[in-house]
């Protein structure tokens, strides 16, 4: 299989970490492939452009670290106008549409997704937007089924939240389904 | 059964492997980048009818897991860079009084407080020689979770056979990083227990008088036995002397013990040795940065191996000097100045081939960095 090099970056708070750790969580437990992650630790961690980075393989994984992401996630502006540099030719850029203005072309697919915007259309709570974008992200690359996110959000999220997460992943998976071809 | 399969971070899963060593204490200040240890100890010790102390500053850590190990536990404490400059004193304590414990350092930059949250293996040399005096220590390292699930029981292991502090040295690279790893069944890793001594009760007990072995059976510390612990040269009794006798023979017996069993301690792992022309030599997180490199290289014919260090103390100076001996280039990749680099020229027989990858501005070493100092040394220019 392709490897998947995904840097999520977004501000300190909105889950961007959270997210990765589910995504590669659910690659390792449940679909019985390899993953890492990583994340900066400094203060963009608490504000700032933070970003935490995911491989994910069908085998060995050595060096932790992204460098160069064939797939890249933006929820903020400050988080798209530092990491849009480092996407690697080809790859796949994912950004609200709320909060992230296109500002330049680049040699990647760009999708841009009303995340934010839908998230409190339908559910009224910011704090799932990090599950809404995880919905979208695993529709658009198609590596980690939709259940196994679910069977991680089981164990980490209280049980009175859990439906929420739910309706929050399938939200995002639903708004990706038109780019899929 | 199904695989106890883990993802979480290198912090968590030493924290988990010091739990299956049968860790039964754990004393400790937190601070950035082993604080998960101290949380994940926090939250699991009690459950499993362990002891969790938060103490007030590091030395006080390490003094409070040695009076614990003496009463007959298994203990751990785990810190980092200026932690584990405070701990110093109590480290020779621990190495002078012979007492099994385990102390992480997950690496940070430094000196001093240093970059908290940045990648370092800049205190390879300070776990040996930090503490003063002439002495021996084992210290181990590893590059990612399996290994480090099992050096770190190796590390309570050996505390127990060899009745010394072993040092853990990791980094903030796979001490903050998550990845999959199997908890093994119980029992899989066989576990070493405290020797004790058979001496009864109301018998005389010599807590300092080593078997023909050199091993030293322990009294659990309030039981039946009272005997002296000092840190001040002493007999077999305990109590302090200064005999010239008495005090050359502990001295040779603390270094002795450790350094005449390097065959033992030892653990390395090689990846295409056996026809490499260029060696390169690392540990811990830069490691994984090699391993990266050599994989990559060997699939374009490169003759590239890679040696990873598992001990980092006692060196393994006689094993670096067979493996290297037909190599050209021999490049040692780390962290810091070149303080595995000093050792492995001491080791080999022409140290004018050995050569320094390195990075020391807090970045985690890259295999684009390793490689383009490969270039430069085999005259490739970058």
Redesign the interface.
Known sequence: MERFRIVMSGSGGQGVITAA?IL??AA??YEGL??????A??PEARGGAARADVIISDSE?????V?QPNVLVCLTQMAYNKFVPIIRPGGLLITDNRYVTIERKIDAKQIELPLYQRVMDEIGKPIVLNICMLGALIRLIDIVRPESIVKVLEKRVPQNFIEMNQKALDLGYKLAEKFIK | MEKN?K?VQGNEACAEAAIYAGLDFFAGYPI??STEITEHMALKLPQIGGKFLQMEDEIASLCAIIGASLTGKKVMTATSGPGFSLMQEALGYAIMTEIPCVIVNVQRGGPSTGLP??ASQGDVNQASWGTHGDHAIIALTASNHQDLFEITVEAFNLAETYRTPVILLLD??VG?????FVIPKPGKIPLVGRLRTSVKQGVDYHPYLPREDGRLPMSDFGGVHRYNVTGLFHDMWGFPTDDPKSVHELHRHLIDKILNNVHLIEKHKEYYLDDATTILISYG?SA??A??LV?NRRSRGELLGLLELQTIWPFPYGLIRKICADARYVVVVEMNMGQILREVKIAIDDPEKVFLANRIDGS?I???DIRNILRLIQGKGV
């Open positions: 750790v590669s969580e390792v437990l390899t993953a890492v992650q990583s994340q630790y400094g994984i050595h060096f932790p670290k460098i | 399969i993802f950035t980048p949250t940045h903030e690279v903050h990083m998550r990845e999959g997180s994984r940065s391993r990266h994989e985690y890259t295999p684009t």
